[in-house]
């Protein structure tokens, strides 16, 4: 039988069905999501509670020509199998799929890129005015998450939107949720709110009980202002800020969002509809556990996720934390909401008093961390690369110039899978070097991390980031201990020096294992410490076998690789030079495998690359 | 005489003092504030604005024991003043003379670095919990300005303090300017509290009123629970974070503010005073136009700041953005509070519904620059080299990856005098050039800004920079047409190759001038386009010469000099180099002669670094 969804081909096509064939509709999607993401891995929970709102919100817009803007795409799955990408969804997150997350160049549907959280908001007043001085007509709408209000940038941008006083749809889409469960004063504002669902009621009761009393009605002339205060208290705050607040509804009720939703685009102000919705809805395992099911591999549906049972980076970061905390009582952890994701479930439990969830808050996860480090602590601030992207100020301003001792904690460094562009951690040797006054380091296998942590901790004074990738580690070696910029010749051999730190090390080790065997003998070296990073030893290895090549898993722009080679010029050193890194462009989303052939970083790869200078 | 002033060794001195001997010694202090910011030039009307709230706190608590954070510490002279500082305030913002801003380097009684805004809060929270992990007792206040609540880092940490809900002090000194008039919701909200300073009157008596209707009172619950929101219009925001708002308070009142700390000091719990305060109170010309004396040079006294009449790059980016607005309806700029240093007060008058004056927001005025683009406007967004550190992912996310047309006017790129380590504008071409898909221009000239701002506007597609220094230009050049990727050999000669860009353009043409006078001809290159920059024209000028001198205003980490000999090495090109950059460290306030002659960059210096390879 031919599925409703079939039917639709664009979003206005939704207008044309009955609320019943809507909630037919709804369960087909929940069962297209769960394939698309059980098949392919990806984001669970958070798109089986958008189901009903985002068939609200496309029935309540004119799209594409009104604009809907999702913060944080990974919520958009269902959007984007409305908006004609059924077929690009059956290979989610896989090259040549679709994106797990908005991408303006896959569908005119997609206003702006979304792997970021809380700058939807931003965008929107943005799409507001570009209307109004282009004279194009169309209404904006954003869906932002409780979770991505924490973020300064997203109330930076209310604050803006109070000011402009535009039109302007802003849906809050509360799960009361993160990733894992929300934190912060915005989020307990939430619950008041969802708590007293029945406002409206005791409100009329109020202002007829009020007017009973004229004298105090008319000469506190502040109550009536302001009585919708009082009567809004989880709106208090977008109230204050200029921001109509209307709400909660109930977000998998169709027809009572879309009745908010049309009443809120009439009103000539920006409206905030809070809408209340439960993550994994529709899967019994998500709804129980929807933290565990917000981001996933592939899976069985009916037996759900198996635990990894790899040993990864982000364990092991988890793992040091909890030893060194048990011998310093100074040491506290910081994560932006990424407490599972960065291995410290266990640090939380255990902890709780110096585990410190700020939210999605990476600026705040960085400059609190100063203030502890200012005042005594030893803050470990845990965050991946791409989102340490957003307080790069703060570890220059904040960290660096005061040389205070903190520790970076960078997981997702270099290339990582699935997500994309906005995922990649492939700046932060760029942006980090240039930062006087802090250290990086960057381990080759998982007792390398453990090894540098301690350091980080316990030894070094001032800045210190140690950057790992995703996953675990595909070789490990005995580095012995470590020495702050000093590198460790890890295999000698006379033909070509290939010099390489974190992630490439065993690539380096296996290019090596294959020239081995076509009698070339490589030189392998590990910098371990990126920044200071030991020239001298490997100037004193490619002086020995005359070529060097360099390998790195991030943009040589700003990378190590310039930076040797630089140092080697000006020592007047002279050998044959190849460096390796990625190519100055963005990186789409692929499966590592794809990503490691598209680069040319397979062994098979990198060997025809190192060729060129045998 | 003897002052006042000259007995109070530490803040505790205070202490000792009566009402209206603190009432002399505000004079004294204003007194000081001006003679200090006449002669070194700084920041005039928020030191004046502070002088009472400065010695209610320090009366109110115990330093150093406790903390007191100033955010942005440009307010913090009188503070510094008040802490043994001040013989080094004599030298003001010159080399070994007290720094502008707060430095923890100078005294025990700073605890962080705080020239950025919206900071402090973080910080403060962050010491709360470092006294409660280390067990140092002490309390914790942060001071910070009604502006900085407008950026997102702020309300991150208001959200985080709620949350944890520990003893903590915020002074909200509100004197209803950023630099220039404030704008966004929190401004309307404070505002409105400003003007029902009567608010607990009128409490009192709507809860008498509520009392005798027993049946409302109790049973909606919510009233009595709620009512504060009603009462404190201006404070619901925080709130409804769960920060107890007090005040508002006179902030030329010691004893009322004295009482309301001390009151605020006993509760356990985070507690935000409202404090109303007069920016450049106590100077006449100050307090008529209190954003002109914000920061200034040095002046006269009596008869106040001169206009400045140099032809300085912020004014021509101004005037060419006036000019472009009248060809180019879509064009509109953006600044995060910044429209009187940035040249933009014109534009602001002339292009008012094309002016957005976001705040002091960075991150918010990229993004929303952002969806400007992707609706089909053409925004360019102003900001200062070291506050966009504060927009890094912004620029990344928002911008690059969708390869949106947006033009980022950078001022205040390379050596800033004056200000010291936190407003150095040195780090933004390593962390632009990273980044896929942005140009970057340095014109070398006001002529070249015009043009390069006309080539970003009209002719180029996807988001550019164009990074410009404080001042104005040294020399002038006729560099032809502007051809992105393309450099310009300024002067013949076969002795040695010079390139540069920006600023360094004059330098390098001094240098080649008095080279001459030696008989040596240097062959002079102007990059003009940063990223991609145009190593072939180098690359051939330089085998010709032999010799390569390349010299930039930035740190040599990431920045040009690297990639450039990274390029011609890889292209098998050996040649004599030279690089000439700022080292690896961050740069400390003093006058730009004096940070020309620290890092060589006089032409006396250049000259020296140059004869190395000739």
């Known amino acids: 039988m031919e599925k409703i969804l079939d039917t639709v081909k664009q979003p206005n096509d939704l207008k044309k069905l009955t609320f019943p064939q809507l909630e037919t509709l709804a369960g087909e999607l929940r069962e297209e999501v769960l394939s698309v993401v059980s098949k392919n891995g990806g984001h669970l929970s958070s798109n089986l509670g958008v189901v ?18 999702w913060d944080v795409g990974h919520q958009s799955y269902v959007y984007k199998m409305l908006t004609g990408r059924r077929k690009e969804l059956e290979r989610l997150r896989h090259e040549g799929g679709a994106c797990g997350f908005c991408a303006p160049w ?10 970021h959280s809380s700058a939807s908001l931003s965008a929107a007043i943005g799409a507001v005015m570009a209307n109004e001085l282009t004279g194009s007509g169309g209404r904006v709408c954003a869906v932002i998450g409780d979770g991505a209000l924490t973020g300064g940038l997203a109330i930076e ?26 934190v912060g004063g915005i989020s307990r504002m939430l619950s008041k709110a969802r708590s007293g669902m029945g406002y409206r009621k005791v409100k009329d009761k109020v202002e007829l009980a009020l007017k009973k009393l004229p004298g105090v009605y008319s000469a506190t002339r502040f109550v009536k202002e302001h009585i919708k205060y009082a009567i809004t208290t989880g709106g208090a705050m977008f109230e204050s800020l200029g921001v109509t607040y209307l709400g909660p509804v109930n977000g998998h009720n169709i027809k009572a969002m879309e009745d908010m939703f ?19 809805r529709g899967y019994g395992y998500a709804e129980k556990a929807p933290e565990k099911y917000h981001g ?25 934390m909890c030893a060194l905390a048990a ?40 400059t609190f961390g100063a203030g502890l480090a200012a005042g005594g602590a030893i803050p470990v601030i845990s965050v991946y690369s791409s989102f340490l992207q957003r307080a790069y100020d703060n570890v220059i301003h904040d960290l660096a110039i ?31 070097s240039a930062i006087p006054n802090v250290a990086v380091l960057a381990p080759s296998c998982l007792e390398e991390l453990r090894k540098m942590l301690i350091y980080a901790v316990k030894e070094h004074k001032g800045p210190i980031a140690v950057r790992y990738p995703r996953g675990g580690e595909e070789r490990s070696f005995d580095n012995g201990d470590f020495v702050l910029g000093k590198a460790k010749v890890l295999r000698v051999g006379m033909d070509v020096t290939i010099a390489a730190y974190g992630s490439m090390v065993s690539r380096a080790m296996d290019c090596a294992d294959e020239l081995e065997k076509r009698g070339i ?53 002279d050998v044959k030079i190849k460096l390796i890194s990625l190519p100055d462009g963005f990186i789409p989303h692929a499966t590592m495998s794809e990503l490691e052939a598209d680069y040319g970083f397979t062994t098979r790869g990198l060997l025809r690359k190192i060729e060129e200078i045998l």
């Open 402 to 432: 005061g040389g205070l001792h903190a520790v970076l904690a960078i997981d997702r460094a270099g290339l990582v899978p699935g997500d994309g562009a906005t995922h990649q951690g492939v700046f932060d040797v760029a942006f980090l």
């Open 327 to 366: 011998e310093e009582p100074r040491l506290a952890v910081i994560t932006p909401s990424m407490t599972l994701g960065s291995g410290l479930i266990g640090f939380s439990r255990k902890y709780k008093s110096r585990f410190f969830d700020v939210g999605i808050a990476e600026g705040h996860a960085v």
């Open 157 to 182: 941008a209310i604050d803006h939107i109070g000011h402009l006083d535009k039109p302007l749809l802003i849906v809050l889409n509360d799960n009361e949720m993160s990733i894992t469960k929300n």
């Open 106 to 115: 896959e569908s005119e549907y997609d206003f702006t890129v979304s792997g």
């Open 521 to 573: 003998e490589a030189e392998v070296i590990d910098l371990r410490s990126v920044k200071p990073f030991d020239t001298a030893t490997i100037s004193k290895s490619s002086a020995k076998t005359g070529k060097l090549v360099f390998m790195e898993e991030v943009v040589r722009c700003g990378g190590i690789g310039e930076q040797l080679v630089t140092n080697l010029k000006l020592r007047g050193r």
């Open 296 to 320: 996933v591999g592939p899976f069985d549906v009916h037996s759900g996720v198996k635990e990894c049972m790899e040993k990864t980076y982000s364990a092991v970061f988890g793992d040091t």
């Open 262 to 280: 049309k009443r809120a685009l009439t009103m000539d102000e920006p409206v905030l509809v809070h809408v209340v919705t439960q993550k994994g």
């Open 52 to 69: 009903e709102l985002t068939l609200a919100l496309c029935r309540s817009l004119d799209l594409p020509k009104d604009k809907l803007i």
